[in-house]
């Protein structure tokens, strides 16, 4: 655990080992700020374009299977830029990547403003998720170099409320965007976000990983890094863990939708109450990691989280199997998944990465990585299973869970201890 001193006028500070600056309280909270607007980039780039799908084939003279490859190319990127720029980062530093892979950000925004067909637009979205995948990958980075002990789960749980926030907010932002435009304003807008981090980075984010404490021998090394860290046992159970946990995640934010609207006949603004009170409650689990982090075990809460989430989506299916549809009882049975998710994300990233504190950069490439790939594979495999009812949402859900529990007791092991803060 780093220690703990105070500066000349007598305030609380965190130093950092090896020569790496102070972080003041003052300054701290400016840190988290920004690095938690840099996590938030994705999911707006995700779901803010979602309510102009039907114009943009229409303007593009595009079916909506091309339209929805845009979303794909998007998650892909996302994907291959975690896991190259964060190894990379290890080797190079993070304030370079960081601050490139935003400038891109912006460019590429632009681009998917301006694209003349949906086929331009598929490519610039695919390199738009490369260089927005700086921000989500890096922050984690920046954290890990920065904060240790019991500051590091609770800085990571604002992280994950911000991953559950941005989704709420987004596709109204974009609603209201839409009302004025057309779509092409999204991607402009979001242009101007990634402007606005750059300046915030260039403020408030200096380099976290001075080169004594870089990895040497370039590309090859940090890559032969990553593999070694995958292969890894405790490393991939957690890896896993949060891969399946996002899936669940994911299933809930593609099928929700359709379950309360279509099969509950809720309005779209009685849904976006809904989602906005399930988003309360991961916010409300994530205040309460942060809080009791400093207090218990992460693997304890990680524990609780994964069968919070199990008992959920458990219920959910016994529900449809016996009593049926019922709109309350889903309402509940989503809610507690969720509560369990909020807990999951910020337990397992902060052991996962302090497992990889060494190679913070290559660890937050794999459990990002990870993440949304699980994630994003399970999002369309609810709508292929059929729209009848809610059983396809609520047994892909069960199974992840399963396999986050299979992982996290097969492989990582969390009776071990594995990533505990020094206390």
Known sequence: MWPRCRDSGGEAVLRAPRGDRAVKPNGRLALVAVLGALTATAPLSIDMYVPGFPAMGATLGASSSAVQLTMTAFLAGLVVGQLGIGPISDALGRRPLLVGGIVCYSVFSLACAVAPNVEVLIGARFLQGVSGAAGMVLARAVLTDRFSGADLPRYFAVL??????????????GGALLSVASWRLIFVVLSGVGAVLLVAVLRQVPESLPEERRRPGGLRNTLREMRSLAGRRAFLGYQLTL??????????????????????????TMYSLIFAVNAAGM?????????????????????????????????????VLTVGETLAGTWVCLFVVVVGVALVIPSVMSIGQAIARDSAGAGSALLGGVQFLLGAAASPVVGFFGEASSRPMALIMLFAMAGAAVSLFGLARPWHGHGEPAR
């Open 160 to 173: 994950s409320q911000v991953l559950g926030v941005a989704p709420v907010v987004a596709p109204v932002l």
């Open 243 to 268: 891969g399946f946990t996002s899936a669940a995640l994911f299933s809930y934010i593609s099928g929700s939708s359709f379950v309360f609207e279509e099969l509950h006949g809720v309005t779209p």
């Open 283 to 319: 916010l409300s689990a994530g205040f309460t990691f942060g809080r009791l982090s400093s207090r218990c075990w992460l693997n304890t809460l990680l524990i609780f989280g994964v069968g919070i989430a199990a008992v959920g989506a458990s219920l959910q299916v016994a529900l």
